[in-house]
Antibody, heavy 124, light 110 residues
Framework: QVQLQESGPGLVKPSQTLSLTCTVSGGSITGGSQYWSWIRQPAGKGLEWIGRIYLSGSTNYNPSLKSRVSISADTSKNQFSLKLSSVTAADTAVYYC????????????????WGPGTLVTVSS | QTVVTQEPSFSVSPGGTVTLTCGLSSGSVSTTYYPSWYQQTPGQAPRTLIYSTNTRSSGVPDRFSGSILGNKAALTITGAQADDESDYYCVLYMGSGIWVFGGGTKLSVL
């Protein structure tokens, strides 16, 4: 089972860009399905899928965030990253990185491995 | 954008049975959405309970089961225990690489 760990600033000013990195250990991000996701959760609220990267370079984003989100990967460091631009207080949340899915035979198992999450607060 | 709907809250008595549902604001949930269910306790990352409609994840007790009921995905807990008191989330695959989580159900066991 791979382990994931989020890292990055815990405080970001409004209108700036939030940047987080997820480091994967216990396996290569080039193994398995090769899809990796970011998910967030504001305090007291539900989970919101932000987007994912496929290591071929393709990405998919939540339509509601698409204009502000960019996800990239660095296979040499076994990491993938999130950038969210023009942040506001509404972007304050715990941000999780996760393996997007793995196949168990013909069955699809989404988000089978998660990082512990990191709180990002948007405030001046 | 399609909204995935869940009951905001539910309560069940210890030993009782409860069914939580996961629907769509427009249309019916089917197996092609690969519905999956997660349990989350405060301060923790979600834990997978059920994937691809009805397959229990490793280590999940058999009192948790998944199904399609009518036009929704369903999570049934049979013989609820105190430590089942948690938030439960479903997620659906919408195609084109897009996942959507439901708003979550806060389950009380009392």
């Amino acid at each position: 089972q791979v382990q994931l760990q989020e890292s990055g600033p815990g405080l970001v000013k409004p209108s700036q860009t939030l940047s987080l990195t997820c480091t994967v250990s216990g396996g290569s991000i080039t193994g398995g399905s090769q899809y990796w996701s970011w998910i967030r959760q504001p305090a007291g609220k539900g989970l919101e899928w932000i987007g994912r990267i496929y290591l071929s370079g393709s990405t998919n984003y939540n339509p509601s965030l698409k204009s502000r989100v960019s996800i990239s990967a660095d296979t040499s460091k076994n990491q993938f990253s999130l950038k969210l631009s023009s942040v506001t207080a509404a972007d304050t949340a715990v941000y999780y990185c996760a393996r997007d899915h793995k196949w168990v035979g013909e069955l699809l198992l989404p988000f089978d491995s998660w990082g512990p999450g990191t709180l990002v607060t948007v405030s001046s | 954008q399609t909204v995935v709907t869940q009951e905001p809250s539910f309560s069940v008595s210890p030993g009782g049975t409860v069914t939580l549902t996961c629907g769509l604001s427009s249309g019916s949930v089917s197996t092609t959405y690969y519905p999956s269910w997660y349990q989350q306790t405060p301060g923790q990352a979600p834990r997978t309970l059920i994937y691809s409609t009805n397959t229990r994840s490793s280590g999940v007790p058999d009192r948790f089961s998944g199904s399609i009921l009518g036009n929704k995905a369903a999570l049934t807990i049979t013989g609820a225990q105190a430590d089942d008191e948690s938030d439960y989330y479903c997620v659906l695959y919408m195609g084109s690489g897009i996942w959507v989580f439901g708003g979550g159900t806060k389950l009380s066991v009392l």
